[in-house]
């Protein structure tokens, strides 16, 4: 059974890097087939999508972000990771990480969310 489970703080200060992780079971990251994801909610808005790394590694970012933005991973662990730096009260959201099927590039599973504030 394939599982995506965010973690890292609640709360962060403007300025600084936002980490969250995403722990994955019941899946390696490097299978062929999938992309893993980070997709975030601003309250009363839809989701965002922020960026990705493929099962090789390769990563995409939404140029909205403006280079703030960086995904990385870890094999040994199978987590992919998260850093967005400088941030501002306007990246307050929740956040979630998500599979990618590459065949449709559709989202098939998905974490439950971190929510994370950004204030003084």
């Known amino acids: 059974q394939v599982q995506l489970q965010e973690s890292g703080p609640g709360l962060v200060k403007p300025s600084q890097t936002l980490s969250l992780t995403c722990s994955v079971s019941?899946?390696?990251?490097?299978?062929?087939?999938?992309?893993w994801s980070w997709i975030r909610q601003p309250p009363g808005k839809g989701l965002e999508w922020m960026g990705h790394i493929t099962y090789s590694g390769n990563t995409y970012y939404s140029p909205s972000l403006k280079g703030r933005t960086s995904v990385s991973r870890d094999t040994s662990k199978n987590q992919f990771i998260l850093r967005l730096s400088s941030v501002t009260p306007e990246d307050t959201a929740v956040y979630y990480c998500?599979?990618?099927?590459?065949?449709?590039?559709?989202?098939?599973?998905w974490g439950r969310g971190n929510q994370v504030t950004v204030s003084p």
């Open positions: 998500a599979r990618v099927r590459v065949a449709d590039l559709s989202y098939d599973y």
């Open positions: 019941g899946v390696s990251i490097t299978t062929n087939y999938y992309y």
